[in-house]
């Protein structure tokens, strides 16, 4: 069974534009919905995590929108720039029950210069 | 160390060897994490250590696969009798906090292990 549903699988945004990363989930019991951000070579790294308890979060360029009806989040990122080219992932996690993180399959995010 | 530290960095191995991948947590973590992650794809859970308690075993692919964890400290997985379907990139993860407040894992660089 698939528990996370993340969308689109690449994206290309131009330098200065929105790019904006899906997530859909199944589980209710979820409680954390982080994004990791992942360069080439490196380990993925945190980059903003929201709780249920709010529907959004924003750090600097990087908002996390969150939909409980709907099971939903999504990543947006403001102003993108070349550098913000990696692959994200969602990775949604239950305290309670679950012990590891549940990763979506990545987007590949590529910001033209 | 001031990270999550991995070696080897690239392992080159024949099919039917055993390899064995260290991970260094960072100091003080109680939580340590193996993922694996095949070209292009998403992560996928092996194993979980947390303190004392018995690792969650419940994502590794064969018993083929095995890890240890040496208290709170340096873990290693063991894969035997290695085939090309284990090609990926192994990854080790480590949190402060393990499971009761989605503590942030920390990921190392990973360990990329071909297998011909």
């Known amino acids: 069974q698939q528990q996370v549903k993340q969308s689109p699988q690449s994206l290309i945004v131009q330098k200065g534009g929105i790019s904006i990363i899906n997530c859909a989930y199944e589980?209710?019991?979820?409680?954390?919905f982080p994004w990791y951000q992942q360069f080439p070579g490196k380990g993925p790294a945190l980059l903003i995590a929201?709780?249920?308890?709010?529907s959004e979060k924003k750090e600097g360029r990087f908002t996390i929108s969150f939909n409980k009806s709907a099971k939903q989040f999504s990543l947006h990122i403001m102003d993108s720039q070349p550098g913000d080219s990696a692959t994200y992932f969602c990775?949604?996690?239950?305290?309670?029950?679950?012990?590891?993180?549940?990763f979506g399959s990545g987007t590949q995010l590529t910001v033209l210069p | 160390g001031a990270g999550v530290s991995q070696s080897p960095s690239n392992k080159v191995t024949e099919k039917g060897k055993d390899v064995e991948l260290r991970c260094d947590p960072i100091?003080?973590?109680?939580?340590l994490y193996w993922y694996r992650q095949r070209l292009g794809q998403g992560l996928e859970f092996l194993i979980y250590?947390?303190?004392?308690?018995?690792?969650?075993k419940s994502g590794l692919p064969s018993d083929r696969f095995s890890a240890e964890r040496t208290g709170e400290s340096v873990s290693t997985l063991t894969i035997q009798r290695t085939q090309q379907e284990d090609s990926a990139v192994y990854l080790c993860?480590?949190?402060?906090?393990?499971?009761?407040?989605?503590?942030?894992?920390?990921f190392g660089p990973g360990t990329r292990l071909l297998v011909l």
């Open positions: 993860a480590s949190s402060f906090t393990g499971t009761s407040l989605g503590g942030t894992q920390y």
């Open positions: 589980n209710t019991a979820f409680d954390y």
């Open positions: 929201i709780r249920p308890d709010v």
């Open positions: 990775a949604p996690f239950s305290s309670g029950s679950a012990r590891q993180l549940t």
């Open positions: 100091s003080g973590h109680t939580a």
């Open positions: 250590f947390q303190g004392n308690s018995a690792p969650d």
